[in-house]
C-alpha cells in the first residue's frame, strides 16, 4: 500500500506507483487539457505508449521523486516531481501540474508548492530546489 503523505480540503499527495500508470494517462491525456500544455511546455497530444514509457521510466529514477496530487474521489487531479537531483551539492528541480480544471483555482497548487518545498528541505535534506517557468506563468 502506498500511503498519503498529505492531505488537504480532500485532496492528497502520495507517490506514484507502477498500478497508477493507467489512469495516470486516461485521467489526464485523453485528451490532455490544452491549458496544461501551454504551461508546461509540452506537445498537445501523448500516445498511450509515450505516456506510460515516461511513467514507468520515472518510477526507476533514482534522481526523481514522483508525487501525485488525487482528489477526494480517488481521480489523479495533478503531478508533482522533485528531479535531477544532484546529491553532492544537494540540490534539484521541482515541477508541478494540475490537470484537471475541477482542482484549479482552490489552492491545491500553493498547498502542493508549499509540501514539495518542505519536504525537498527537511526530508531530502536539499539545500536548494529551481523551479523553471515561462514568462506568462505568472
Known sequence: MNPILATKDGYHIRLAQTEDAIPYYEQNYCPLDQEV???TGCKPTFRK????TFFESSL??????FFLVIDASGRIVGESV???IDWDVRSANFRIAIFQKSARGKGVGSWVTAWMRDYAFETLKLHRLSL???SFNF
Open 82 to 84: 522533485i528531479n535531477g
Open 37 to 39: 500544455s501551454r504551461f
Open 132 to 134: 523553471d517557468v515561462f
Open 49 to 52: 505508449d509515450e505516456v506510460l
Open 60 to 65: 526507476k529514477d533514482q534522481q526523481r521523486y
